[in-house]
């Protein structure tokens, strides 16, 4: 499985942005796909999460800005961000969890970097 992430840029506090992965290779029926961010000297964490059923989570400070969303056909996934902050900036990474009988298999794709900035 590979993973292609695109869609970062420079971007004013207060604007938007919308970033896309396209997974590549075998999906798993029973899947998770999220974004992770991780700013300079700070841990990875993570940003919103959606499963193969839709089911989503947000990590609370993005809840009301972020809203992830996928494209089973393209096998695609989605992070439309509103209402930048400063405090956004990260390089996002995107990941895909496969679930299968053998346990769980974990991919990652390349960052992609966000800078909010006037």
């Known amino acids: 499985v590979q993973l292609q992430a695109s869609g970062g840029g420079l971007v004013q506090p207060g604007g938007s942005l919308r970033l896309s992965c396209a997974a590549s290779?075998?999906?798993?029926?029973?899947?998770?796909m999220g974004w992770y961010r991780q700013a300079p000297g700070k841990q990875r964490e993570l940003v919103a999460g959606i499963s193969h059923d839709g089911s989503t989570n947000y990590a609370d400070s993005v809840k009301g800005r972020f809203t992830i969303s996928r494209d089973n056909s393209e096998n695609t996934v989605y992070l439309q961000m509103n209402s930048l902050k400063p405090e956004d900036t990260a390089l996002y990474y995107c990941?895909?969890?496969?679930?299968?009988?053998?346990?769980?298999?974990?991919?990652w794709g390349q960052g992609t970097l966000v800078t909010v900035s006037s």
């Open positions: 290779g075998t999906i798993f029926s029973i899947n998770v």
């Open positions: 990941r895909l969890e496969n679930y299968g009988v053998d346990g769980r298999f974990d991919y």
